[in-house]
């Protein structure tokens, strides 16, 4: 198996965090976190947001570079 | 017109996650590109750091308040229903960067990108406490010792208040500074503001002090789509090779012609001083960040030597083939790409500001 590289590492932390800032902007124009039925902060429910949209995005990014690995050989027949 | 790429290498040196790679330590430079740099690196941080302490009417002048949905610049206030124009500035902001790219090339990373600016500021920490690059190669290949400890604890405790003070000013921007400091001292600081800043640190510290041109080389999307805005009259930074080879060292009281040598003395500096770690002799390369030290530590030698300087320098591809100089480049800077990437940008500048000026604050 692959050692995992810094490089590859940061091609799925990074993109993660960069979908994380755009989605949270646009949770930030829609939603009011207190007209939502959740009694946090404000600033609870967009730092949890943001947290949740950079593990999703990590998810997104890993996987692509998981469909991006070579074919293995098939074994001969 | 063919299409411009410039090469990508691809990486074949694997690196473990608990390693990072072989510290690049680039040797000091001086000379008029340098001081350019640091003249920016002034000039944004007085504004970075300074912003968030203006007031206006009272109130902080530049305040994205996220606690308390709204944004307040200059007096003016913005609502979540605005965010409209977030979009526009964003859109301008990567317009501009076309426009800028396509006349200037990299200029935005060697000059005002916060991750050279932060890293730069780190390098000089750097050399101050550990010395210059003799010194620092040594101590990083000395076994431990009490004075490496030393040393060593006092680079990464200055970097770490630097990494900690950026923070706590990008914080400032997203709620009011002067609170944010009243409860950081008082350890009044709830959760999520004290994770943020802790965060923020961090992030400053890992990008600025450890990961340096790392994050040029793998992380930033600007350096691959380059080649999409540079034509053959963006600015870029070019080793003349046909002044400069064949290279060869060479006694300064000798005639260089005559040997059949070119001005090249073939003395490495400008490898040297690279922070990517590229050589610029090799002609135009991803890594390259613009930041002009290699041309600063050739015109360095090219003075030494007695040669006329410019070896290394600002140039455009077709004025290099066609040896132009400055006037000439001027003269290309209007043309197809630009006048497209112009008109755009004032487009939606004006659509934007019509949109402001119309609009009814709440």
Redesign the interface.
């Known amino acids: 198996m692959?050692?995992?590289?810094?490089?590859r590492?940061?091609?799925v932390v990074?993109p993660g965090f960069l979908t994380a800032i755009a989605a949270e902007?646009v949770l930030?124009?829609?939603f009011?976190p207190l007209d939502l039925d959740i009694r946090s902060?404000?600033?609870?429910v967009?730092?949890a947001s943001f947290v949740a949209f950079w593990v999703l995005g990590m998810f997104s990014s890993a996987l692509t570079l998981f469909l991006q690995r070579p074919q293995a050989e098939s074994p001969p027949p | 017109m063919g299409r411009r790429v410039i090469p990508i290498e691809p990486?074949t040196e694997?690196?473990?996650?608990h390693?990072?790679?072989r510290t690049i330590h680039a040797r000091a430079v001086h000379g008029r590109f340098a001081k350019w740099r640091w003249m920016l690196v002034f000039a944004t941080q007085i504004v970075f750091y300074g912003l968030p302490w203006l007031t206006v009417n009272g109130r902080q002048a530049v305040l994205f308040d996220?606690?308390a949905?709204e944004f307040d610049l200059f007096g003016a206030v913005f609502g979540?229903?605005d965010?409209i124009y977030?979009a526009a500035l964003l859109i301008v902001a990567a317009l501009s960067l076309f426009l800028f790219t396509a006349i200037a090339g990299r200029l935005w990373c060697g000059y005002a990108c916060p991750q050279t600016v932060y890293t730069e500021i780190f390098l000089w920490i750097e050399r101050k406490i550990e010395g210059d690059r003799l010194a620092r190669v040594r101590l990083d290949a000395a076994p431990m010792s009490l004075d490496k400890l030393v040393v060593k604890a006092l680079k990464h405790t200055a970097w770490l208040s630097v990494a900690l003070w950026t923070s706590y000013t990008f914080v400032g921007y997203f709620t009011p500074i002067r609170d944010l400091g009243v409860r950081a001292i008082t350890l009044q600081l709830?959760p999520?503001?004290a994770?943020?800043l802790l965060f923020y640190a961090l992030a400053t510290y890992g990008n600025a002090g450890w990961l340096r041109e790392?994050v040029c080389k793998?992380?930033c999307p600007y350096a691959r789509f380059q080649n999409v805005m540079f034509d053959r009259d963006t600015l870029v930074i070019a080793y003349d090779a046909a002044r400069g080879e064949p290279r060869g060292g060479r006694a300064k009281a000798v005639d260089a012609r005559a040997n059949g040598l070119g001005d090249c003395v073939d003395c490495g500096i400008c490898v040297q001083v690279c922070p990517t770690g590229i050589d610029i002799r090799k002609g135009l390369q991803y890594e390259c960040i613009g930041c002009a030290a290699c041309i600063d530590g050739c015109n360095q030698v090219m003075d030494s030597m007695g040669y006329r300087r410019g070896l290394i320098r600002y140039t455009t591809e077709n004025a290099l083939a066609a040896g132009d100089g400055a006037t000439a480049i001027c003269k290309r800077v209007p043309r197809p790409r630009t006048a497209l990437y112009g008109a755009a940008l004032l487009t939606i500048i004006a659509i934007a500001i019509t949109s402001l000026a119309m609009r009814n604050p709440l």
Do not use: C, H, N
Not at chain 1, 2 to 7: A, F, I, V, Y
Not at chain 1, 41 to 44: G, K, L, Q
Not at chain 2, 14 to 17: H, K, N
């Open positions: 692959k050692r995992l590289t810094l490089e590492a940061m091609w990074w902007i930030f124009t829609i009011d902060s404000r600033e609870a967009y730092t | 990486t694997e690196v473990a996650l390693e990072i790679r996220l606690g949905r979540p229903q965010t977030l709830g999520w503001a994770s943020w790392q793998s992380m």
